[in-house]
């Protein structure tokens, strides 16, 4: 078991560009109070696919999306601490997420909450062929890896589902948004 | 009671069969057909070569039946859990872009 532990994951196989990640965050898992491994291929995926309801909204959502994938690879620790992890290591991480593969989509740092979101995407005949997120917060690092095409009418819509609920974005701007006064004659 | 006794002592007396009784017994002993115990039965019927292979079939068709059913129960038990690990990896995933989306309208309210 230790052997497999200290192994290379590998995400995103089958021609994809493989992304490695490095031994000392699977190593992870034994530090983390809660750990989060999900590794599904397009036969785990398919087997999965079949078991999915049209009734639930969630598991309709789902079915529609899992059907242009190959492998959705999730890695997830929570700490009782800060300082747990190596940044060097999610650097690492990060660093294979380079063009012209992939490019990075999105990018957020709060320095006040110590939190580092990077959101990339992997572009092949002008489709999304890969999605990967690397959130890393003081006391949990995630790491999502999805290979395959991904509708991007659909991954607009993908924050906001499964049990997330969407954020009322939208009307909180109007509200904030000045009136725009009317001009004196 | 000596009367009583002298009865008694009668009654409990040894008899002596009756001429012939003795080949009377033997013959009706051969007579009787044997009793045949119930495996001897049972047994007996499977010498009969289709009622065997009715058997073997009937036994390998609830094997296979068996088999098969415990087969789709473990199907079903994969699915379920890949489906199960399959909605969690998109709720985190769901999750995450939803805190990246968040922190970009943040910055760009500012």
């Known amino acids: 078991m230790k052997l497999l532990v200290c192994l290379l994951t590998v995400f995103g196989l089958a021609g994809a560009q493989e992304i490695k990640l490095p031994p000392s965050i699977e190593k992870l898992a034994d530090k983390a109070d809660e750990v989060v491994d999900v590794t599904l291929d397009a036969n785990m995926l398919g087997v999965a696919a079949k078991f999915l309801s049209e009734g639930n909204q969630d598991e309709a959502t789902a079915k529609k999306l899992v059907s242009g994938l190959k492998g959705i690879y999730v890695r997830s620790f929570e700490f009782s601490k800060e300082g747990e992890y190596s940044v060097a290591d999610v650097d690492a991480l990060r660093a294979q997420y380079q063009p012209p593969v992939w490019s990075r989509m999105v990018g957020v740092r709060s320095k006040k909450s110590g939190e580092h979101t990077d959101v990339f995407i992997r572009q092949a005949n002008g489709n999304i062929a890969g999605l990967a997120v690397i959130a890393a917060e003081p006391r949990e690092l995630t790491i999502v890896h999805i290979s395959g095409n991904i509708d991007p009418e659909q991954l607009q819509h993908l924050g906001g589902e499964f049990g997330i609920p969407k954020l009322e974005l939208e009307k909180k701007k109007q509200a904030t948004t000045p009136e725009a006064k009317p001009q004196a004659k | ?81 890949a489906k199960q690990k399959l909605m969690l990896a998109l709720r985190i995933t769901s999750s995450k872009l939803q805190t990246a989306r968040t922190a970009v309208h943040s910055i760009s309210e500012e």
């Open chain 2, 1 to 81: 009671m000596s009367r009583l006794e002298d009865d008694l002592r009668q009654a409990l007396s040894r008899q002596e069969p009756s001429d012939g009784f003795a080949d009377r017994v033997l013959a009706r002993v051969q007579a009787e057909p044997p009793r045949v115990s119930l495996w001897e039965r049972l047994s007996g019927l499977f010498r009969m070569p289709a009622l065997r292979l009715a058997t073997v079939a009937a036994l390998c068709m609830v094997l296979a039946i068996g088999i098969g059913f415990e087969q789709q129960r473990r199907s079903r038990e994969q699915g379920e859990a």
